[in-house]
């Protein structure tokens, strides 16, 4: 399994199509095999969900994600947990032990949205 989480300062970023990187942990049963910070290779519409999912990604991790795009990375078979905060290394290991507890998107909040986020 290999996780993507969009990263901004070894933190959680929080929207994940402004991340200036994504770091993927390729996870073996209980433990994290292998870290792999990628740069983004830029924030264009429908693009990210493919682009990670041909990487072998299963989830994507961040702050928040637009509706949209919730909806093309379920499409592309990656679960997206959204409402997340703090640094990569600590989010991924909660992800591994199971006690990541997901929050609520960055990108939503009733009926404001963040900048870009409609129309991802």
Known sequence: MR????TENKAVCQ????????TIYTIEGIEIREKEVIPNPGHK??????YLHELGVDVIIA???GVKAQKLFAEAGINA????????EQVAEQYVEGALQEGVSTCEHGNFRHEGCADE
Do not use: W
């Not at 996780?3 to 969009?6: F, G, L, M, P, Y």
């Open 3 to 6: 996780i993507a989480i969009a």
């Open 15 to 22: 929207h994940f199509g402004h991340c200036p990187e994504y």
């Open 45 to 50: 519409p429908n693009f990210l969900p493919g």
């Open 63 to 65: 702050g928040g994600m």
């Open 81 to 88: 947990i959204l409402g997340i905060a703090g640094p990569t």
